[in-house]
C-alpha cells in the first residue's frame, strides 16, 4: 500500500529565508508524485507535479521539488518566502496519473514571520 | 486551471437528518469525481471514488449507506451524508479528474456541522 510521510507538523521561517518541506513515500512501483497547497477557505490547489524526466520539477508560486528516489522523498523547497506562503502544505503519492486516487501525507503548517 | 464548486460552503444539521453535499466541475468534464473527508489540523482521508454512471467504490472503513455518492453527469457528484451525528462533523472536500491528464481539481469543501 502506498503511504506518505510529512515529518514536520509545524515550520515557522522568517519572511525572505528559504524554505524546504520534507516528504518521503512508500509505494512499490514508479510513483507519481504531488505537492498541493491549502488555505483557509480555498480548495487544495496543485503547486507542482512528478510523473517521469527531470527529477528537479518547478511549479507555481516560485516552489520547487525535487524527486530522489534512492531517498524516497520528494521534499518541496522555496528560496525566498513571502508572507502569502503562510499555509498548509500536502505532499501526495498518486498510483498514476489519469484520476487515480491520491495518499495524502499528514501536513505541513507554515507560518511566515515578518 | 479548472475548477470545482461545492455547495453548500458549510451546512449545520440536526442530529438524525440527512444533508446533500454538490460538487460540480464548472468548466471540465469529470470522468472520475473523489470525496474526501477532513479533520480539523489532519490530512485528507479518502472516503470513494465514482465513475460517472456507476457506483461509486468506497474505502475501507467507510459506510456506503451512510455516506451515498452519486455520480449522475460528467459535472455532477452529491455525497448525503444520512441520519448524521455529531462525529459526523467534518469538512468534506471533493475533486474532479480529468480524463485527459489525470489531474485532480479540488473544490473549496463543505463544513458539516451536526448537533
Known amino acids: 500500500a502506498q503511504s506518505v510521510t510529512q515529518p514536520d507538523i509545524h515550520i515557522t521561517v522568517s519572511e525572505g529565508a528559504s524554505l524546504e518541506l520534507r516528504c518521503n513515500y512508500s509505494?512499490?512501483?514508479?510513483?507519481?508524485l504531488f505537492w498541493y497547497v491549502q488555505s483557509p477557505g480555498q480548495g487544495l490547489q496543485l503547486l507542482l507535479k512528478y510523473f517521469s524526466g527531470d527529477t528537479l520539477v518547478q511549479g507555481i508560486k516560485g516552489f520547487e521539488a525535487e524527486f530522489k528516489r534512492s531517498q524516497s522523498s520528494f521534499n518541496l523547497r522555496k528560496p525566498s518566502v513571502h508572507w502569502s506562503d503562510a499555509a498548509e502544505y500536502f505532499c501526495a503519492v498518486g498510483a498514476g496519473a489519469a484520476g487515480n486516487k491520491l495518499t495524502f501525507g499528514g501536513g505541513t503548517r507554515v507560518l511566515v514571520k515578518p | 486551471g479548472a475548477v470545482v464548486s461545492q455547495h453548500p460552503s458549510w451546512v449545520i444539521c440536526k442530529s438524525g437528518t440527512s444533508v446533500k453535499i454538490e460538487c460540480r466541475s464548472l468548466?471540465?468534464?469529470?470522468?472520475?469525481m473523489f470525496w474526501y473527508r477532513q479533520f480539523p489540523k489532519q490530512s485528507l482521508m479518502l472516503m470513494a471514488t465514482s465513475n460517472e454512471g456507476s457506483k461509486a467504490t468506497y474505502e475501507q472503513g467507510v459506510e456506503k449507506d451512510k455516506f451515498l455518492i452519486n455520480h449522475a453527469s460528467l459535472t455532477l457528484s452529491t455525497l448525503t451524508v444520512t441520519s448524521a451525528h455529531p462525529e459526523d462533523s467534518s469538512f468534506y472536500i471533493c475533486?474532479?479528474?480529468?480524463?485527459?491528464?489525470?489531474?485532480?481539481?479540488f473544490g473549496p469543501g463543505t463544513r458539516l456541522t451536526v448537533l
Open positions: 509505494y512499490g512501483a514508479t510513483p507519481y
Open positions: 475533486s474532479g479528474a480529468s480524463g485527459l491528464t489525470g489531474e485532480q481539481f
Open positions: 468548466d471540465f468534464q469529470a470522468t472520475t
